[in-house]
């Protein structure tokens, strides 16, 4: 038997409210030529009794489910690569869902480029759109977004991904695995908490060419669980903190070295987050003996001085 054309990745902790409709999503699939990877990481709520009536389907290859929490979402996506069997990889967060013909409209369009994705809706606990994401890059003079593009990733990274992260949801997502290598899930990548994915798609995109279909077919969850929701100072920290390293990585890595250009990435960073008026409230009580907020001072200096 062949391998796989997809292999798709569940990971999942304490979603269960929406595995099912999640699980469903995946599994009626119009394009059924792929593999399920089921992963929990020690789920404290009835997720592993849906689950167990999900691992017998014929369509999963894998069912892993953790003793112990891994603090880490990304050593899930790590376990679920290293498992998977196909050409492309879809990572299909447990708490989202999509249109059955998601796939058919990825895997089948431009088959030599290695990263592929859809426009999504931003979605609340009862599926409910709160949020277009084509709103999300309205700010680019440009928005590229509003019908299908082809692309190649060095000009979408450019132009765009480092700006913001334009690939917002891992669900709306599909990437070849043979361009996953082991430096992709370094520490770097392992120990974030705000910025991991996309500090992956940056490496991804670099590798390839980017395709974009301007469908909605993806239904990124928005509740009151997600981390993405809790919109606190500590948190916003953390964000600006994991922007300064991505972006200092990206540019080393790369040679990106047109200053002009930073220092105009740089200006739209602090402005999306406020920085202005966390500098005026809540760094005043900040350690200056700390290296990371010493580096973002810093940058803030570098940009006054303009």
Known sequence: MSNPKVSIIV???N??????????SVFNQTFQNFE???LDD??????????NQYKTHPKVSQAIFNQKNSGSPFKQWQKGISLAQGEYIWIAESDDYCEYIFLEKLVNKSSDF???YTQSYDVDDSGQVIFDRIM???????????????????????????????????SATIFKKNLVNDDLFSNKLLNTKMCGDWWFWIHIAMQTKVYFNSSYLNYFRNHKTTTRTHDTSQKLKTRLLE????????????????????????????????????????????????????YLYF???KIKLL
Request: hydrophobic fraction near 40%.
């Open 36 to 38: 399920v990877i089921l």
């Open 243 to 294: 922007e300064a390293m991505l972006r200092s990585d990206v540019y080393r890595r790369y040679r990106l070295k047109n200053s002009s250009k930073e220092n105009a990435l740089l200006k739209r960073w602090f402005k999306h987050f406020k920085f202005y008026q966390i500098l005026s409230t809540e760094f005043k009580s900040i350690k200056m003996r700390q290296i990371s907020w010493l």
């Open 136 to 170: 999300y890059t309205s700010n680019f003079k440009k928005n590229i977004w509003i019908s299908d593009f082809k692309i190649s990733g060095n000009e979408f990274v450019d132009g765009y991904l480092l700006i913001k992260n334009v690939i917002p949801n891992a």
């Open 42 to 51: 020690c789920s404290t709520d009835h997720s592993i009794e849906i689950l």
């Open 11 to 13: 990971p999942n902790y």
């Open 299 to 301: 940058i803030y200096f």
């Open 114 to 116: 290695g990263l592929k």
């Open 15 to 24: 979603h269960a409210q929406f595995l099912e409709q999640r699980l469903e």
